[in-house]
Nanobody, 114 residues
Framework: QVQLVESGGGLVQPGGSLRLSCAASGSIFSGYAMGWYRQSPGKQRDLVATITSGGNTNYADSVKGRFTISRDNAKNTVYLQMNSLKPEDTAVYYC????????WGQGTQVTVSS
């Protein structure tokens, strides 16, 4: 059974930075595209960044230039570096395989507020 564990969230002021981590156990994801998603209360879960097995990245327009996704296949971990955070980035952040998602983890809460 694959388990995804997200961490690194917290409360940060506008303009601040956070680095999220997502560790996968029970499976090797090195051959798969992975993504970071976020969900705000009352809204659907949106894809904000993806990274292919070869390291190619893509971003939603709302985070382009501010967020950076990366992966360490040896550690079975995906990261999301978030800079210049805005209040509208407030959400629960999740990671998952882009195609054929694993069971969702609990996510990590990011709150951007002064």
């Amino acid at each position: 059974q694959v388990q995804l564990v997200e961490s690194g969230g917290g409360l940060v002021q506008p303009g601040g930075s956070l680095r999220l981590s997502c560790a996968a156990s029970g499976s090797i994801f090195s051959g798969y595209a992975m993504g970071w998603y976020r969900q705000s209360p009352g809204k659907q879960r949106d894809l904000v960044a993806t990274i292919t097995s070869g390291g190619n990245t893509n971003y939603a327009d709302s985070v382009k230039g501010r967020f950076t996704i990366s992966r360490d296949n040896a550690k079975n971990t995906v990261y999301l570096q978030m800079n210049s955070l805005k209040p509208e980035d407030t959400a629960v952040y999740y990671c998952n395989r882009v195609r054929s998602p694993y069971p969702w983890g609990q996510g990590t809460q990011v709150t951007v507020s002064s």
